[in-house]
């Protein structure tokens, strides 16, 4: 037996679907399901082939983009039974930031070299389809060269019921005020059976695809999203990458998929309704490297998002078909709300580190995968945390002047005590 049978020898339906990817056949709906189910010796052959997809799509490089987000309110009646973040008008912690404080943001985000600013926030009911419209004048007026990625479907949904205009003509509006593209959340699964029970209020599966076809019909290009680790069972993320992948068949419009993890600790949806608490490291790692296998050729970028992922396992996600490593984010509140806890920003030169200790080269890139500047040279952007020789770490003396600078911060402390 070959070493390549003794390390990988999948099961031969398994098998068989992989190899119809790896010849670039496209993958049915059921047969994402039963890679999504891969475990053993299916699931290593199954990270292998889309680690080889990948490679034979995108190469070694690994793009991200420095971005910030923006939460401009977490005031939000919607009710999403997932959702941590959400907070009534009159809770002490809720808030509504001006359109001062949205500009302080974003200068503070230009200055730490930022491409893009990406908006969301809350259903606010007292707020309507001008205020969106305002925040984007305000942006695009100070920073044009700041790329916006602003509005879920759900804000888009909400605003555009307000205004009184037809989809086309309200997203129109939209761009013409400064609008780049949309993030393609507020998707979790696009299936009403579960919508009305992870999300009862929200817009249902017609309006979000009705919305993100006619944003990519009039120039807003997308990111596409999946929520899993609920209530779903595999079929229903297998039946969510079909729908998406029929979208992009006939617009084109997505610019990545980005696959997200339920995070579970501060929410209704866990504590009452009994879902899942998120889902476990084989299913993070699967639905990565399905999405590579499942949707070559038509969407090339898959993403790791290291806010609920953690950059360790995004890391891995980067051996399983991933090519992107999403943005720094800079402040991030949405999750870490509902109790992710892998921090709020990640500089750029720690997404080049993570990405060069995967053997990978870093590529700063635009919202829509331009390519802005690439780091091909590990000589000048080191990753931190490569072994050091011995004799640059110090000996005896150096220890010993440590505990001495100690001793004394610790004496200065205590006279101030
Ligand atoms: S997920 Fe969005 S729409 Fe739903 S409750 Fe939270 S903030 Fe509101």
């Known amino acids: 037996m070959s070493l390549a049978d003794r390390l990988f020898r999948p099961?031969?339906?398994?098998?068989?679907?992989?190899?119809?990817?790896?010849v670039g056949r496209t993958l049915g709906v059921e047969e994402a399901e039963r890679l999504l189910r891969a475990r053993g010796s299916d699931f290593h052959a199954l990270l292998r082939a889309a680690d080889v997809a990948r490679e034979e799509d995108c190469g070694p490089d690994v793009s991200f983009v420095v971005n910030r987000n923006i939460n401009f309110t977490n005031v939000c009646y919607v009710g999403c039974t997932y959702c941590g973040f959400s907070r009534h008008e009159a809770d002490?912690?809720?808030?509504?930031?001006?359109?001062?404080?949205?500009?302080?943001?974003?200068r503070d985000a230009v200055e730490r070299g930022a491409t893009e600013v990406c908006i969301q926030g809350g259903i606010h009911p007292r707020k309507d389809h001008r205020h969106y419209r305002e925040i984007l004048e305000a942006i695009h007026g100070a920073f044009p060269e700041l790329h916006i990625h602003a509005y879920s479907p759900?804000?888009?949904?909400?605003?555009?019921?307000?205004?009184?205009?037809?989809?086309?003509?309200?997203?129109?509006w939209l761009k013409e005020a400064g609008l780049g593209t949309?993030?393609?959340?507020?998707?979790?699964?696009?299936?009403?059976?579960?919508?009305?029970?992870?999300?009862?209020?929200?817009?249902?599966?017609?309006?979000?695809?009705?919305?993100?076809?006619?944003?990519?019909?009039?120039?807003?290009?997308s990111?596409?999203?999946?929520?899993?680790?609920?209530?779903?069972?595999?079929?229903?993320?297998?039946?969510?990458?079909?729908?998406?992948?029929?979208?992009?068949?006939?617009?084109?419009?997505?610019t990545e998929f980005v696959p997200l993890g339920f995070i579970h600790e501060r929410n209704r949806l866990f504590r009452h309704i009994h879902a899942r608490p998120g889902a476990n490291m084989v299913e993070d790692l699967a639905v990565v490297a399905v999405a590579r296998l499942?949707?070559?050729?038509?969407?090339?970028?898959?993403?790791?998002?290291?806010v609920k992922m953690g950059p360790k396992l995004a890391q891995m996600g980067l051996l399983a078909g991933a090519n992107d490593f999403g943005g720094t984010l800079m402040e991030e509140s949405i999750?870490?709300?509902?109790?992710?806890?892998?921090?709020?920003?990640?500089?750029?030169?720690?997404?080049?580190?993570?990405?060069?200790?995967?053997?990978?080269?870093?590529?700063?890139?635009?919202?829509?995968?331009?390519?802005?500047?690439?780091?091909?040279?590990?000589?000048?952007?080191?990753?931190?945390?490569?072994?050091?020789?011995?004799?640059?770490?110090?000996?005896?003396?150096?220890?010993?002047?440590?505990?001495?600078?100690?001793?004394?911060?610790?004496?200065?402390?205590?006279?101030y005590s």
Not at 92 to 106: F, H, K, M, Q, V
């Open 92 to 106: 002490g912690d809720a808030y509504d930031r001006s359109l001062e404080e949205i500009l302080d943001r974003c």
């Open 11 to 22: 099961s031969p339906e398994v098998g068989r679907i992989l190899e119809r990817a790896l």
């Open 182 to 221: 949309i993030p393609g959340t507020a998707a979790e699964i696009l299936d009403d059976r579960i919508r009305r029970v992870i999300a009862p209020r929200k817009l249902m599966t017609a309006r979000w695809v009705e919305i993100v076809k006619t944003a990519h019909r009039v120039g807003l290009r």
């Open 294 to 306: 499942f949707f070559r050729p038509l969407i090339p970028n898959i993403q790791v998002s290291w």
């Open 335 to 415: 999750s870490r709300e509902s109790g992710a806890d892998f921090g709020e920003n990640l500089p750029p030169e720690e997404i080049r580190r993570l990405v060069r200790e995967v053997g990978r080269v870093p590529v700063e890139r635009s919202t829509t995968y331009r390519i802005l500047r690439r780091f091909d040279d590990p000589e000048k952007d080191p990753p931190s945390r490569e072994p050091r020789p011995l004799r640059e770490l110090g000996g005896p003396e150096r220890f010993r002047a440590g505990v001495r600078r100690e001793q004394e911060a610790a004496r200065a402390l205590g006279a």
């Open 154 to 172: 759900e804000e888009i949904d909400y605003g555009h019921r307000k205004s009184g205009m037809s989809l086309e003509d309200y997203l129109l």
């Open 223 to 254: 990111s596409s999203t999946v929520m899993y680790g609920h209530v779903e069972t595999a079929a229903d993320v297998a039946r969510h990458l079909g729908l998406l992948r029929d979208i992009q068949r006939e617009t084109g419009g997505f």
